[in-house]
């Protein structure tokens, strides 16, 4: 079936350390995003990528890092230096806004990756 | 700046009964307007969605109609089950899609038997 798969689905850190989320898709989306979800609010958005080897800075995407060398993936790095990194982390994809035109933009979401620093 | 503006929950209904969650949007131009629906320990999924001004967007029993006179896009249903009990979010994208949604805060259903 098609979708988005994260991993892990739940990860604990010890402080100083970098961890690395991973986000697989096979719908053959361009677009790709990385959200924050903390209890009792919405979604902050982290990175996006429109395209393969380029993405963008969000809202809060200090102490972050991403990759888009494949199509398929987009990784995610909490880094150390990420102050209050645990959190609820969601990946989605999009098709292209290219393609698809404008008045669109529906997002699909992977199941979710929980992140405790202990 | 783009913001979307949800009811504050939670919210405790009985089956059966009615839903109302308020959404009102700031944003230049036609945005397009989504409800996704989060259950425990999950992902968003869509539930619905409606591109342009006076468009019914409906899924499972669930309807928002786009007013951009009054910048709203309620989320209704007429008898919730106790499977609707989840985590709604109300969200925007701009009319030049530049690939970045702007959510609401979510608004906690929880329907008891």
């Known amino acids: 079936d098609g979708g988005i798969t994260q991993s892990p689905k739940y990860l604990f850190r010890k402080e100083g350390q970098n961890v690395t989320l991973s986000c697989e898709q096979n719908?053959?989306?361009?677009?790709m995003y990385w959200y924050r979800q903390d209890p009792g609010q919405g979604l902050r958005l982290i990175y996006y990528?429109?395209?393969?080897?380029?993405?963008q800075k969000g809202d809060i995407a200090e102490g972050y890092s991403v990759s888009r060398e494949k199509k398929e993936s987009f990784p995610l790095t909490v880094t150390s230096a990420q102050k209050n990194p645990t959190a609820f982390y969601l990946c989605?994809?999009?098709?292209?806004?290219?393609?698809?035109?404008?008045?669109?933009?529906?997002?699909?979401f992977g199941e979710g990756s929980r992140l405790t620093v202990l | 700046g783009n913001s979307v503006t949800q009811m504050e929950g939670p919210v405790t209904l009985s089956e059966e009964a009615f839903l109302t969650i308020n959404c009102t949007y700031t944003?230049?131009?036609?945005?397009?307007l989504f409800w996704y629906v989060q259950y425990p320990g999950e992902g968003l999924q869509l539930l619905l969605k409606?591109?342009?001004?006076?468009d019914k967007g409906s899924n499972k029993g669930f309807e928002a109609t786009y007013r951009k006179e009054t910048t709203s896009f309620h989320l209704e249903k007429g008898s919730v089950q106790v499977s609707d009990s989840a985590v709604y979010f109300c969200?925007?994208?701009?009319?030049?899609?530049?690939?970045?949604?702007?959510f609401g805060d979510g608004t906690t259903l929880t329907v008891k038997p």
């Open positions: 989605a994809s999009s098709p292209s806004p290219q393609r698809e035109g404008p008045r669109t933009g529906e997002l699909f």
């Open positions: 719908l053959n989306h361009d677009a």
């Open positions: 990528s429109q395209i393969v080897n380029d993405f």
């Open positions: 944003a230049t131009g036609y945005p397009s």
């Open positions: 409606a591109t342009k001004a006076d």
């Open positions: 969200a925007l994208i701009p009319y030049t899609n530049a690939g970045k949604s702007t």
